[in-house]
């Protein structure tokens, strides 16, 4: 189908993913009018709690695809797993899908990622792609060690990834990830992990929001801090950043992108991840305009809304058990407390996050 955009109130946005992102991102649509279609591989998921429909099937099933194009006016995804080949098949039947199969293809291969980025002007920490031990030991011994090993594709919250502390160690460390193509990375010499959310309408514009310095404990993002404090030079830099790979892209949605800075206060681009961020979940309490429906407003071809921070927020992520604290959270007058619905507490797993508020300094 061919959508009308701007899109109206009660039209239907359809969602390729049902987790804790996609329940966020359909509680945004439901704010300003819409429907949500969700399309998830399970039963009872987080998203299709809160949907209008929910279809159940692969990411890849051709039934499936076809249910969520014929029922939605726009499409798009909770999270960049899902395959790039499916993107393409609901465009091919129809759908407007925003961000398009572009950006999911470069951001689902890490080797990609950073040549997209490179050739833009971008600068990341220096790389070698191996698809062998025999040239993962090659590439570690070009590269230098210590250096990280990552699979090209998957992983996420520090899966899929090991250091390699010897050029000799590569060969064991390629066939423990599985003896997929890898990406051997230089390690960076960063005094703190920041990161930028920013969003890109139709039209072209741009808005970006303040940025945020991230904590990870074993992988998994800890806490979030915005706005950090960083110089006019630094925060400046990012919006340069975001604005290359936004318009590179041809990018429409909102966008994460992690970053590290270095001594020198300059910033390489650690990753990206086209969709709304872990990191960006501080903007549900701390902005007018949330990073959820600032996502909706894009792909739906509505205004971008303001991004200027109203608070300083201190974002927490509840991990497993972390969760049946609720309570206490609940108690706390400048907290705001958003859980994510899913019926188990598996350790490590993100159950919900809490936004704790200050005044800004």
């Known amino acids: 189908m061919t959508a009308t955009l701007p899109l109206p109130p009660g039209s239907t946005l359809g969602i390729l993913g049902g987790g804790q992102l996609g329940r966020m991102l359909a509680q945004a649509a439901a704010r300003l009018g819409f429907d949500v279609a969700i399309l998830e591989r399970e039963t009872d998921a987080p998203a299709g709690r809160v949907a209008a429909h929910a279809i159940v099937g ?156 991230n904590h990870h404990e074993k992988g998994v993002l800890r806490r979030s801090v915005a706005p950090a404090r960083v110089s006019e030079t630094a925060a400046a830099q990012a919006e340069r950043i975001a604005a290359k790979v936004l318009t590179g892209l041809d990018y429409v949605g909102v966008i994460g992108i992690e970053l590290f800075e270095l001594k020198d206060g300059s910033l390489l681009v650690n990753e990206i991840a086209p969709r709304v961020h872990n990191t960006g979940h501080w903007t549900q309490d701390g902005c007018e305009v949330d990073q959820f429906e600032q996502h909706i407003r894009a792909v739906a071809g509505w205004p971008l809304g303001p991004t200027a921070a109203r608070a300083q927020v201190e974002m927490l992520n509840l991990l497993g058990d972390e969760v049946h604290g609720w309570a206490k959270y609940a108690a706390e007058p400048e907290t705001r407390v958003h859980l994510y619905g899913k019926r188990q507490a598996k350790p490590g797993r993100k159950m919900g996050h809490v936004n704790r508020l200050k005044a800004l300094p």
């Not at 029922?71 to 129809?94: H, R």
């Not at 470069?106 to 025999?134: C, H, M, P, W, Y």
Request: contains cysteine; aromatic residues 6%.
């Open 58 to 213: 692969a990411y890849d099933d051709p039934a499936a695809l076809r249910a969520l194009a014929e029922l939605s006016d726009v499409v798009t995804f909770e999270f960049e797993n899902v395959p790039a080949a499916s993107v393409q098949a609901l465009t091919d039947l129809g759908a407007e899908v925003a961000p398009g199969a572009q950006a999911l293809a470069v951001a689902q291969d890490r080797v990609d990622e950073k040549i997209f980025l490179n050739a833009r002007g971008v600068a990341t920490v220096a790389f070698a792609a191996a698809d062998s031990a025999e040239t993962s030991v090659e590439a570690a011994g070009r590269i230098g060690c210590p250096c990280l090993m990552k699979t090209r594709r998957e992983g996420y919250d520090g899966k899929g990834q090991v250091w390699v502390e010897h050029a000799a160690g590569a060969a064991v460390a390629f066939e423990a990830l599985g003896g997929r193509p890898v990406i051997l990375e230089a390690p960076a010499d960063f005094v703190r992990e920041l990161s930028i959310i920013a969003a890109r309408g139709r039209d072209g514009g741009i808005a970006v929001y303040p940025l945020s310095e």
